[in-house]
């Protein structure tokens, strides 16, 4: 790449603000040679979260991340300052803080008697066992587009170990049989301490404050221009020596039509497809708007590159069925300590200790998760926010008559007290923003080799994808780590930079006799 060579990144999710990092700072690209172009207001893509007191906060996932994988995560934060730690780096402040606040949730499932769901053991049958060892044994060739249902029976979608599984995890019995077997191979480690969650690691505040917003003070710092409000409708392309070149960026910016031209030797981005694409946000008094792609158009520049060309994918593998890929999340914030004293009581967790608490009875399946307070850097002492969602918001709920994606956040509230049996008054001050999220499974429904294209497809000269959406062999979607691998992948490759990727960490090296040994572990 020359030094008047610029990058042109589409999508300013954590996929492209690191695309832009690995140019700088592997690729010794000038920062101000790097554009990045996103439709929405701010950056951050589905790491978003924001908020006030008065106005409550909220934000559309809270992640669990791990030190055992993730591993260009950490190799691209071990470069990132802290925002609140001078002389240390994002990963140092984020070790340091896992050090102190070890996961070690001691309710993880509750049932329907608000009893604590004892969780020593997996709930396995022989067959189950044989099942789930058949499935972790068969190639993906095999497993093709088949679904996790067509592999284990229904009796293993009432193990302890699906609900504690699929929770974590997001997976529904119809998502994709070869992506629940990567998980099952990247994430074996954490089968041994799902009940506990002792894998599992926070960042120090929300997302948007903890990852995003150091990533992109250092870029800016360094010269990268980021444009928000900006969405791209098309590529102009040329065939050249048989490889497609981008050879201009049209776009919508603030509603006006604008053209970059792109010139040989520059390098464009797409993050295609998104999970939070037509996500929508509800109140206290109102649910969230039944949004779709067609809404968004968050799919559109994908399926139009797409079109007539297989090398880019096949959208409609993964936006084909919203019935399918919905959930909803929900952030309550409390004005008064009752609820985190009553859940602390009776979790036995101190906030940021516990994680997930799933009501596995709950025809929702509702999950809540009591993060280490504050959650947002502003957030004054005496304001609580908690997180949770629902992975069936399409029932109607067991203290709501009805389902929860037409419910507002006070419903929502009253459906979650019912399940805790605490007093409504628990939550008199809350305010409940919920969220309706069409796609948010979409990267987990069942495809074929071909539908995700490489991060870099083939006769492409100068165009890359880094998303949910491509294919990075043994890796997992559902992932910050996915979407940061796809960057250092395409950026290294199109770049041609030489620099070591760290390799996917083969935790799973005699799965067979490691999940053996498990089953024994967990009668
Ligand atoms: C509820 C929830 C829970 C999660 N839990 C976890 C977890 O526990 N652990 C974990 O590791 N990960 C988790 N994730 C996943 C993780 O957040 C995502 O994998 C990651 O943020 C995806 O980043 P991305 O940059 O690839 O895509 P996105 O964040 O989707 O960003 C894509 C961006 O591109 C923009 N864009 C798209 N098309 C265009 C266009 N044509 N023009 C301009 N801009 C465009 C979009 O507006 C968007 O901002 C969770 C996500 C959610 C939502």
Known sequence: MSTNSKAWLVGGGIGS???AAFLLRDGSVPGENVTILEAGPIMGGSLD??????AGYSMRGGRMLTTDNYECTWDLYQSIPSLHNAGRTVFDETVEFNEQHKSHALARLVDSRRAKV??????????????LLKLSQTGEDMLASGCITDWLSPGFFETEFWYMWSTTFAFQPWHSAVEFRRYLHR????????????????TIY????????PLQTWLTTLGVRLIADCTVTDLDHKTEDGRFMVTGIRCLRQGRSERISVNDGDFVFVQNGSMTAASSLGSMTSAPRKLTGADSGGWTLWEKLAEGRPQFGNPAAFNRCIA?????????TLQDPAFFDQMTRFSGNQPG???????????????????????FPNQPAGVQVFWGYSLFPDRVGNFVAKPMDECNGAEILRELCGHLRFDPETVKSANCIPCRMPYITSMFMPRVRGDRPPPVPPGSGNLAFVSQFVEIPDDVVFTVEYSVRAAQMAVYELLGIGRAIPPVTPHD??????????FKAFK
Not at 49 to 54: E, K, L
Not at 118 to 131: L, Q, T, Y
Not at 360 to 371: E, G, H, P, R, Y
């Open 17 to 19: 603000l690191a695309a």
């Open 49 to 54: 979260g924001a908020g006030d007191p008065a």
């Open 118 to 131: 004892p969780v020593a053991s997996m709930g396995f049958s022989m067959r189950n066992r044989r099942e």
């Open 187 to 202: 994430f074996v480690l954490e089968f041994s301490r799902i009940e506990t969650l002792a894998g599992v690691k926070r």
């Open 206 to 213: 929300n997302q948007y404050d903890s990852l995003v917003l």
């Open 324 to 332: 399918q890929s919905c959930w909803e999340s929900f952030t309550v």
């Open 353 to 375: 200790i516990g994680g997930l608490v799933t009501f596995k009875d709950s025809n929702w399946l509702m999950s809540i998760v009591l993060a280490f307070q504050p959650h």
């Open 509 to 518: 090296k005699s799965l067979k006799a490691q999940l053996e040994a498990l």
